[in-house]
C-alpha cells in the first residue's frame, strides 16, 4: 500500500476526518454538566467501575456549578490561548454518563452548549444502558443540523472482564445500544481499556474482531491507569499477577497488531489516555499525548503497518 511518503496517516484520524468536514481544526470542549452515572446513584449498582476517578479525566475549566455556556465559554478561552488555531468547536458531554436523566433536561443543556457561536455540534458521553428510543429520537433529529456522536464506553467486549470491574452491562447492552443507534443515523463512537484485570494479549487483540463488527463512526483507545484511590488501587495490591500494565513501548508494539486487525472503516480518535500524573498510582509513562501519537506514526512506517492490513471482511 502506498502511503505517499510520511504526510499520508496510516490510520483514520479523528483530527483530518473533521477537518474534511469542517475545512479546519475541531476541538472538543469538555463540559461537566453535573450528571451522576447509574453505577453509582443504585440505579444500576453503588461505587461505580473499580477503575473510574472521573477528576482525572476532567480538564480543570470543568465545574459542574458553573452553566454549560460558561464553562464552553472558559473552555474556548483555555484552547484560544494554548492552540491559537482552532475556529470551530464540538461540545463534548464528557463527565459520567450524560444521557442519564430526562429528556428534557438533556435537550435544555443540549440546546444551551449548540446555541453558543462556534459550536457546530455535540459528543455525548454515556453507558450503553442510558439510552432508549426518547433520547435517541432527540440525537436524530439534532443529527440533521449538527455533528451529533454519541460516544459509548465499551472498555471490553469480555463480559468476564465487564463483571470483573463492576460495570453492571454485558457487552450484548453495547452491541445493542450502538447498532440502534447506528439504525438512525447517528453517529456511534466507542471506548476501550487495554490492560484490564484477567485479560491476555492474546483476548485483547482477539476483540479487535468482535469490535470491527459493530456499526462505530470511531473509536478511542487507552492503556489502564490505576488511579489512586480507586478499588482497583486496591485490587492490584493484593493481586498484582492479575495486570498486564503495559509499558509505553509495549503498548504501541500492541495497539500496532491491533490496529492492523480492526475495521478500516473506523475512524481512530485516540491512542492512548493521557492523566495528569497526581492520580495515577501506576503506571506513568511520562511523555505527553502528541509525543506518545508520534512515536505510534513512526512505529507503524518501521513495521509497515496500517489500519485493517490483516482485517478480514465478512460478507
Ligand atoms: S459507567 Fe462511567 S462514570 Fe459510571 S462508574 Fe463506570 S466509568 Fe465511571
Redesign the pocket.
Known sequence: MDFGGSHRRRFNSYIDHMRGIYGSRVQKLAIDAGFT?P??DGTKGRG??T??L?DAFNPSYCDPARPVRQQIAEGIEFHRKRYKRACNYVAYFQA??NTHAPVSRLTDLINEALGIEGIVGIVVAT?PDCVDDEKLGLFRALSDQYYVMIEY?IESVFNKTLERVN?CHSFEDTARAIRMTAARGIRAGGHMIFGLPGETRDEMLQSAGIVSELPLTSIKFHQLQIFRGTAMEQEYLKNPGDFHLFGMEDYLEFLADYIELLNPGFIIERVAAETPPRYAFLPSWGPRYDTVLMKFERLLEERNSWQGKRFVFKL
Open positions: 452515572c453505577n453509582r461505580g467501575c477503575f473510574c472521573n459520567y454518563s453507558r464506553g460495570r
